[in-house]
């Protein structure tokens, strides 16, 4: 008789390596698919590399804020050769390793849906009782007319370079832009950030995109609005030259496209085991991530928000939905962050976002030094600052940024009273530690009660 599975994960990024530590938890009997490493985009080419090479120019801007502290050279070897330890110098033998004594089924191939319960990977075919999707995304590039002349670089050649270039331009104006800037420009590259919008951070408070344009012109990146490219070429000396549709020129030792991805569901015959796609590809679920009879998707592929802390929790989900535990996922108050320096970190809603859904809410922004004491503390040109979103009818926190150092921890206060619906008089009363970034929301309900009278 055939061998069925439990469950056959299909992509073992952070999504998919959640549900198979989670099933064989549970003892049941798996089969993991994977195309490329074990790990997925994160651990090798995206969130690991990253966060890691941030850190050297974080901690210099941070330095020289300090009193009694001072930058130093940073050491681009030293952080490339620790950004490659961290990213296991692509090698994810450790991981099959480990998936297979615990029992797994561990497939290195590119797999397929070919039916109900049937995966096919390398000619084979295997049985599930159920399926997950896991596949993650792809970068999307642009075509224009002379790409194939340019050096053209996204997120995978970026953070596995060995050598870095004397000047770039980076194209789009979201997370992946700004990170890499931070870090490029960190270290000495030149950078113009060429964003078709008219403001980075498009979908986040206008202020946001305000202080974070701000912060990079402070680093010396040149920030070019409302900018999209037309032709490439090269130019003398190997230099890759944009012409823009607005007229005029960039030059710059490569390109880097920080424009979006793909989900990749290419190939993968969803359909044959009854899921259905949306129109961007994106495989369609429900609220436990159900996708048909016996099919889940979890992670980017979902395109409900693309973050590996909800690939990991959508993870959770299913595998507590497998397990008989039935559970809903909910994506409330989920925090979105920017890895710059300082961090730039939002949660719920925007005031437009709040408008459309039919919300009476009224905001109020906090200047951090003028309201606290710990910026004062931190640095000595203190800088920073919060916004709050507050539902005026249900007196409830329903949005929340902040751009500072820290906010990527502190920003969850924020998270738990959205997922929470923390009543405002249980916040008013928290007594946060003296002196803490996380005092502020004190004074923003402070300030905002005295406004609105709420
Ligand atoms: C530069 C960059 C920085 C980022 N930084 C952060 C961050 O700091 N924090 C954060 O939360 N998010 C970050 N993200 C987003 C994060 O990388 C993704 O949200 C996360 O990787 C999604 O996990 P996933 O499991 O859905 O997919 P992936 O990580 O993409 O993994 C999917 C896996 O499926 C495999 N696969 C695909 N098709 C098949 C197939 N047919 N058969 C077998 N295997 C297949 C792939 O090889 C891959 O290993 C960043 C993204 C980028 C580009
Ligand atoms: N810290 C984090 O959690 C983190 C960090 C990096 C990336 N990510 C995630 O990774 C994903 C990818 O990030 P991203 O920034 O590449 O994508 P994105 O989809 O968030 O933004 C794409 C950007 O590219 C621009 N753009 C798209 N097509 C363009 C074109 N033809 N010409 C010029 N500009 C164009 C868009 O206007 C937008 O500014 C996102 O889901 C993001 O949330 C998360």
Redo the contacts with the bound molecule.
Sequence with gaps: MEEVFDAAIIGMGPGGEVVADRLLTAGKKIVVFESELIGGECAYW??IP?KTILRGPEVNIEADGAAGASSSTLDWEKARDYRDYMARHLDDSAQAEGYARRGATVVRGKAFISGPGHVVANGEQYLAHHIIIATGTS?SV?DFPGIGDITAWTNREVYTLDTLPQSVAI???????L?TAFFLSGFGVEVTV????ARLL?REEPEVSALAEGYLRERGVKVMANS??AVGRRGDGGSSILALREGGEVVADAVIF????TPRTEGLDVARAGATLDGRGNVRVDEHCWAAEGLWAIGDVTGIM???HVAKYQGRIVADCILGRDRNASYDGIP????AAPEIAAVGLTREQAEGRGIDAVSIQVNLPEAIARPWTYEQDPHGDLGILVDRHRRVLVGAWAIAPQASEWIHQASMAIRGETPLQVLRDAVPQFPSYSEAYLVALDRLGAAEGI
């Design positions: 995206a969130c990253s970068p642009p194209v789009g104006g979201s997370a992946v832009a990170e060429l964003n078709r919008s498009g999209s490219v920080a424009t979006g991805r693309p973050f590996t979105r962050v920017v890895f």
